[in-house]
């Protein structure tokens, strides 16, 4: 199957170039590989102000090609399909599922899209100019990431460079548009943006990486999403100690109705045991409970690794959120666990947000397919509703 799609795609690019390049571009398209992967998916959930619950069912279908290196250039192209399978009784959110509001929202919407297409100049093999849609995924995507978790990933029409400067890495990255995971079908999908992302890391040897970061979201579609966020993360390893650190200030930019400026910041730690991990954290991103419009955000993150997977808090409330968190994680006979729970506040006013307790249970079959059973359960208080969901995920990867 894998080498007949990969014949296929090599045929279109050669009719599409025609007959007169030279061999050495066609061995390059040829001599391109293939990939195919396959992620279903069966989500529940069972949420306090729907008489329904929710159980969404679905199959994403992932193709891509990347043609080998032709004088420093390489060609990539993606294709994503998400269908349902059997169940569909699920709101797939931002206007994709009108008939289906009486459920919660899974936002995995059906569809085919191109999810990425890009160019790449290797000018050597420390610094590389990237032009196209392309995934843009920074540190921890606490500000900047894929949304990997939903069917439909997240990504970006952008022109990016990555370049080696004597021991450190520096990216920079001008957005001209966000392919959100909504898909193309709704307004809420696309977002115009002029943005510009800058991003500067240094490893320091038995200490750990340090990042600094500017990134300045202009968002012509919602304009409280246009922010200037400068920050610091510093994050390493030392014998059986993990450690982390973080800290921002953010600002309201360009069309950007609400003038404000609030304050991101978090600490984490673990320690390895024999057979697993122990870790906590406190993460905190402020708000202002009197003027509306003038919390932290971060509306280009991969929200889902964040404060809970029940994903209660994508967006942070208007008094801001302080996230306690503590957890466990490990192997045990092939199987990678984790188990997580977290106390949640308002920074501003004090208002009890709620717990929650998250646990995940993975296990790789073999080379190609891994199985994923996952949980989250959310006890609201002043915030919210009390919500369970259950995953089951099987991935394939030819």
């Known amino acids: 199957m894998k080498n007949i799609l990969k014949t296929l795609v090599v045929y279109g690019l050669l009719q599409t170039i025609g007959v007169s390049a030279d061999d050495s571009f066609l061995n390059s398209i040829s001599e391109g590989e293939t990939n195919l992967n396959f992620r279903y998916r069966y989500e ?15 199959l994403r279908t992932r193709l891509n090609y990347k043609t080998k290196a032709y004088k420093g250039f390489t ?8 269908t349902e399978i059997l169940d569909d009784n699920y709101n797939a959110g931002a206007g994709n599922s009108p008939g289906n509001t009486r459920y919660p929202i899974v936002a995995d919407p ?29 540190d921890n995507q606490r500000f900047v990431g894929g949304v990997g978790w939903r069917q439909n990933e ?17 990216f920079v990255s001008y957005i001209g548009k966000v392919h959100r995971i909504f898909g193309d079908d709704v307004a809420a999908g ?53 450690y982390g650190m973080e800290i921002a200030i ?33 993460e905190s ?27 209660k808090f994508l967006g942070t409330p208007q008094d801001g959120i302080d996230d306690i968190f503590i957890g466990a994680k490990g192997v045990i006979n092939g199987f990678k666990w984790n188990a997580l729970f977290h106390d949640f506040s308002a920074q501003d006013s004090g208002r009890d947000l709620g717990t929650e307790f998250d646990f995940s249970i993975a296990r790789k079959l073999n080379k190609h397919v891994s199985l994923l059973l996952k949980g989250a359960i959310y006890k609201a208080d002043e915030h919210a509703t009390d919500t369970t969901k259950v995953w089951f995920m099987v991935t394939g990867n030819f």
């Open 250 to 282: 953010q600002d309201d930019a360009h069309n950007n109705e609400v003038s404000y400026s609030a304050n991101y910041y978090r600490l984490d730690g673990g320690y390895k045991l024999e057979k697993s991990t122990v870790y906590a954290g406190y």
């Open 75 to 82: 060609f990539f192209v993606e294709a994503d399909n998400v």
């Open 44 to 58: 529940f959930v069972d949420q306090d102000g729907f008489n329904k619950n929710a159980s969404a069912s679905t």
């Open 285 to 311: 991103l402020e708000g202002n409970a009197d003027i509306a419009g003038s919390m932290f955000r971060t509306p280009l993150a991969t929200l889902h690794a964040y404060n809970g997977w029940a994903d």
């Open 154 to 170: 997240q990504t970006y029409d952008a022109i990016s460079g990555a370049f080696g400067l004597s021991g450190s890495e520096l």
């Open 190 to 242: 696309n977002h115009d943006n002029s943005t510009v992302l800058v991003n500067w890391s240094n490893k320091f040897e038995d200490f750990g990486k340090l990042s600094v970061y500017y990134y300045d979201i202009n968002n012509k579609d919602v304009a409280a999403f246009s922010t200037s966020t400068l920050g610091a993360k510093f994050a390493g390893q030392k014998n059986k100690f993990t």
């Open 110 to 138: 059906q569809g085919t899209e191109i999810n990425q297409a890009w160019f790449n100049l290797s000018l050597n093999k420390d610094n590389n100019v990237k032009i196209g849609r392309q995934r843009i995924l920074l």
